[in-house]
């Protein structure tokens, strides 16, 4: 575990791939960005992101995966590769694949997950056919025997945790909330930040190689009925409680266009399958917490009393 | 203008699907549904609805995408085919682009569009890359001189109206009010019943032959300046507005994980934008309340006044 792998990373400036980006530079790994646009400037936010990033000592590249060349040259120059484009690209990531098989050094490959276990899931349309194309690029990179590790790193807590997933609240509820099924089933909250530092531990690590890295971090890992009263008991209140039984949420689900059907499909899976937890992490798996357990992680705790 | 085509729905059970199916059939066409699993109990509401059409004299024929056998034996029954697949299934449209041209006989295909012109659109990602791959459809088509019509539907008003696009809400605003942008662009808000109909009037029509069927219909054609006017003057009561700049809204899109960044960015294109009428209908267009005088649509004043 000596070794400090050179990490191109294709999607820095996404919602996770900035903090993987940031984690990578903070660790010590020599780090290459692949940005669509370097020079860009109609997106101010994505500019200074990436000049934070090259004072930070990250090299940017500039390719695309429609550009084969691009990626070729990218992936010649690290020992891995680090996926984090977003969902609308998942299919894209084959792309990926062709170069890394021709390049033929790439010591591992980390494909652009970071949610639900794809292999483990109850999903309905459309969160099914989704979850469905993450598995189809997995099963692409072992059909290359391309060395890999699938994070799967749940709920994004600066997602779900400021809101306690209420749609269009900016803060958490203090009089109502919807609860999707019975409140019963586990889910996992992880910051953004520690997302990025397991991934970036795992790289190296042969006991992820080849393996699926779940984030099941003991104190984050609670159900929505958890989840509730703990903000409850910070807050010195009682919430008035709506619950959605799970043929109203498929109902729900069917009568709301796309996409935000997506957005109800994948709480379906989380919140009412329990899908982030209700199956063994086995052989080809990995826990986070108990591989590093050095990382100071932030639990839901200390993050719930930033909005009391 | 007398044929009455034999139409093939695929994607009958989905959200607009059933709408376009119910005017099928209520228009005199004989229509055949493809479905994945005919005999599925398991979603009781898909049941009843498969149920409901076959009592109208719909055909139900077994298949999917991913069948092709299943595709060619269901394209070869009639001339028209209808795709309403989910937004998660546009790119799974190829194989019914493969079997049309196999097949051969087909008068007219329509791809699942049924909202924004995909040709005409100023997004940013994830939308961007959504719209490109119903737009990289569209040029599959046109290469392979299958004969097409894009519907281009807009907004629907079953899901915009009942809430004035404001997540988490179950009825139209009475307090405060978020509008993305300054709240002029124009957007075109058509009930889902109408969308069928106009897509079924368009099948057998030579105006609407290889061309996008815009709908703009006039009464519903409104600025969401003009949405909030015409809600406040119902309920006889002016709502707190609350506007969010394009920068901020570009901002929070980069802050929101998929799937519900493609939410934001598509109302960025819609009501920032102004993407559903910033452009002229050219000679490759014909529009639907145009064509079809005698359609009676619901107009989006009498929407409304049911939430009064």
């Known amino acids: 575990m000596g070794s400090i792998s050179r990490i191109l990373i294709i999607g820095a400036t996404g919602y996770i791939g900035r903090h993987v980006a940031k984690a990578s530079l903070a660790l010590g790994h020599p780090t290459f960005l ?113 060395p890999y590790t699938y994070v ?20 958490p509820p203090r009089d109502k909330v919807v609860i999707l099924g019975d409140g019963n089933a586990k889910a996992v ?26 984030l099941r971090l003991p104190a984050n890992t609670l159900s929505f009925n958890e989840l509730v009263a703990l903000w409850e008991k910070k807050i010195g209140k009682t919430l008035e409680k709506v619950y959605v039984s799970e043929e109203q949420v498929v109902k729900l689900i069917a009568e709301t266009p796309f996409p935000a059907n997506i957005v109800i499909a994948i709480s379906h899976s989380i919140f009412v399958k329990g899908d982030q937890t209700n199956f063994e992490i086995g052989p080809d798996g990995a826990e986070g917490s108990q591989l590093y357990p050095d990382v100071k992680y932030t639990t839901v705790d200390e993050y719930l009393s930033k909005f009391v």
Request: charged share 25%.
């Open 189 to 214: 909250y992880v910051k953004e930040e520690d997302v990025g530092t397991f991934a970036i531990k795992a790289v190296d690590d042969p006991r992820t190689l080849n393996k699926t890295l779940y």
């Open 152 to 171: 799967s790193s749940n709920c994004f807590a600066g997602y779900f945790i400021p809101t306690l997933a209420q749609a269009g609240l900016t803060a």
């Open 34 to 146: 692949l940005v669509r646009d370097a020079t860009a400037s109609s997106k101010p936010e994505k500019a200074q992101l990436l000049d934070s990033f090259k004072a930070s000592g990250a090299n940017i590249l500039n390719g695309s995966l429609e550009d084969h060349a691009s990626l070729v040259e990218a992936v010649k120059k690290v020992d891995v590769v680090i996926s984090t484009v977003g969902g609308e690209q998942i299919a894209s990531q084959l792309n990926i694949i062709k170069a890394i098989k021709e390049v033929g050094t790439i010591k591992r490959f980390l494909p652009s997950e970071f949610g639900n276990d794809v292999d483990n899931v109850h999903a309905v349309e459309p969160a099914k056919s989704i979850f469905e194309l993450k598995a189809k690029v997995r099963r692409a990179i072992e059909a290359e025997g391309i």
